[in-house]
């Protein structure tokens, strides 16, 4: 399933924040730059534990979410990101998410970006001062813009994450929302919109217990004209859609997101981050302990594994490559499956799934570069590709 020198890419997972969001389901613990440091501690640690099992690997991206990096200081993380190269290499994309009041204040990133960062994800969420205020955020929008244009000035490229289906949020409001990023998107070379999850309260209803007087949540159809909204922003500003909700600039890679779509190995390291590891022993998930206390009791243990088989691992392969707008390769499935399943068995499920569903998903291109590209069918309905798909790929 692996090749020699196959890309690798490395998440390293930051829990600390300052405070925590009330509709937050991530593994955080809220905490200062001192308890962060600890982390950053514990993920060098951890990294030089299991450094050995991922030599050979060619390093693509890092990633460094959470939480929020951002409590780390610019110093901090341009150690953390050194030592991770100097283990793996240089990787050719280093991310890392960041709030907009960490990068303007002195205490956090001392006035500067971190210099080994390529591009900063900078969480805005809303241009609306009420609504940031209402979903616990402690930066206002004067903040965003004047961290989009620090970061700019630094020299990194900037990634803007918006919510939306925000209680009480109407369609009006959303575009409103996209206005304002309309002023800033000459400086923005990605943009991702996200649904406000409520999968974490049961019932539903139980987030009016956390975030009081809130209204009602958006309908499925306004929340589905939000989109389609932001589909026509970025269109409108030359940015390409890469996913649902997610857009780029022409020629604008998101390695570690798209290298995951793609079913390339990824280390994960800190408090609940998952990996994938492809060897001649088989195919291995793993993930480390989420809860961010018993991480640091034990930062060099053992991740949990467990392991796909082919079958399973090709399901999760095609379908995951179709919630990417240019979809998979053809000839990336054969290289990578043919040895499990047979080029002839490759060939039969991608040619029933294209007769199965032809609403879902096309074929583009030929012979060595056709692709499979979902239709906008079928990037917005993943559940129902996962059902083609799954019907199709043997027991």
């Known amino acids: 399933m692996r090749r020699a020198g196959s890309p690798l890419h490395v998440y390293a997972h930051l829990p600390i924040c300052r405070t925590r969001c009330p509709y937050c389901d991530f593994s955080v613990t809220v905490g200062e730059p001192d308890t962060q440091q600890r982390f950053v501690d514990g993920l060098r640690a951890e990294m030089n534990a299991r450094q050995r099992h991922w030599d050979g690997r060619r390093p693509d991206s890092l990633y460094v979410g959470g939480g929020t990096p951002s409590v780390a200081s610019a110093e901090a993380l341009d150690r953390l990101v050194d ?6 290499g240089e990787f050719s994309e280093v991310t890392v998410e960041a709030n907009p009041e960490d990068v303007l204040d002195d205490a956090a990133w001392a006035g500067r970006v971190p210099q080994s960062v390529d591009r900063v994800i900078l ?6 001062d009420e609504v940031l205020t209402r979903i616990g955020r402690r930066h206002d929008a004067d903040a965003s813009r004047a961290s989009i244009e620090r970061v700019v000035e630094a020299g990194a490229s900037v990634g803007v994450d918006l919510l939306f289906g925000i209680p009480g949020q109407s369609l009006a409001d959303w575009e409103s929302e996209l206005d304002a990023l309309g002023s800033l998107v000459d400086s923005v070379d990605l943009i991702s919109g996200w649904e406000l999850s409520w999968d974490q309260f049961e019932p539903p209803e139980a987030f009016h217990s956390v975030i009081e007087d809130v209204g009602a949540r958006p309908s499925t159809g306004v929340r589905r004209s939000m989109l389609d909204s932001l589909d026509a922003f970025a269109s409108e500003h030359g940015l390409e859609k890469r996913e649902v909700g997610v857009y780029a600039l022409p020629g604008v890679r998101r390695r570690y997101m798209e290298g995951r779509r793609r079913g390339h190995e990824c280390l994960g390291l800190g408090p609940g981050a998952h990996g994938l590891a492809l060897s001649e022993h088989g195919i291995f998930q793993q993930s480390r302990v989420a809860d961010p206390g018993a991480y640091l009791d034990d930062p060099t243990g053992r991740p949990d594994t467990s392991e796909l088989s082919p079958r399973e691992f090709l ?3 095609i379908c995951q490559g179709l919630e990417l707008t240019d979809g998979l390769s053809v000839a990336g499935l054969h290289e990578q499956f043919d040895s499990a399943f ?3 068995r490759i060939e039969k499920i991608t040619d029933e799934l294209l007769e199965r569903a032809p ?5 583009t291109g030929e012979d060595g570069r056709a692709r499979l590209v979902p239709t906008p069918a079928g990037l917005a309905s993943s559940d129902r590709v996962a059902t083609q798909v799954a019907a199709l790929i043997p027991s």
Do not use: C, K, N, P
């Not at 969480?123 to 609306?128: E, H, I, L, R, Y």
């Not at 609403?359 to 074929?363: I, K, Q, S, T």
């Open 315 to 317: 399901f999760v392969r």
């Open 123 to 128: 969480g805005v969420q809303s241009f609306d």
């Open 342 to 344: 047979g080029s002839d």
């Open 359 to 363: 609403d879902l998903v096309e074929r």
């Open 83 to 88: 030592d991770i190269e100097a283990a793996f």
